[in-house]
């Protein structure tokens, strides 16, 4: 038996971005159904690059109002486009290439059919406008096995680009104002929190006092 050789201390890691968009059918019956929107649901690498050297396959779980609800896509693009009425939770596995030795990994989606209220810009949803909602994350493979690591260093990767551009929602940009806004919504959270502990305190010496 050959034996199994890991890269002892090493990680590699792969970007993808995964969710969904969505488009209402504004009235367009399909068939005799009720469905009001049209959408899909995906997983690609963050420049639409080709992911399948490392990805065998994607198993989509859809609610069970769904016939067949378990798509398997077997080759890319990664993805499932359906129409139907609701909102739910798909359970997204995806299969590494078998070389890799790496058990599936399961990701969560919310599919999102309606939009926040506002684009964002404080104006109201345009009609037409697609919704989506898309995750971006980073597969982390730690001491993989030789032979998907050199599998892994001969392909080519995208990643996500250093400044914001109109054609990539994700970028190191976004990312550092991000944690810039969740870094000063700590600030003031924990200020809030002080004043209020200050003010619960005068009350009760106050209270005692009397
Ligand atoms: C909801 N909890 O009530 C969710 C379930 C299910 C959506 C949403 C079915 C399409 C079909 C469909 O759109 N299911 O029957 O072909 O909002």
Redesign the pocket.
Known sequence: MTSIKRMKGLSISRPIIYGNSATPLHGKKVGD?????RWTISVRGVNNEDISYFVRKVAFK??????NPNRVIEKPPFEVT???????DIIIKIHFNPVSGEKPLTLYHH?KLHPYEEDGLGNPWPKQKPVTSYSYDEIVFNEPIDTFYNLLQENQTCNIPLKKTPHHQFSLQAEQEEAERIEKAIKSTSQEIAKHRERCKRLEAELSAK
């Open positions: 159904s009720d469905h009001t929107h859809l609610h069970d109002t769904y016939e359906e129409t139907g009425w609701g909102e739910f599919l």
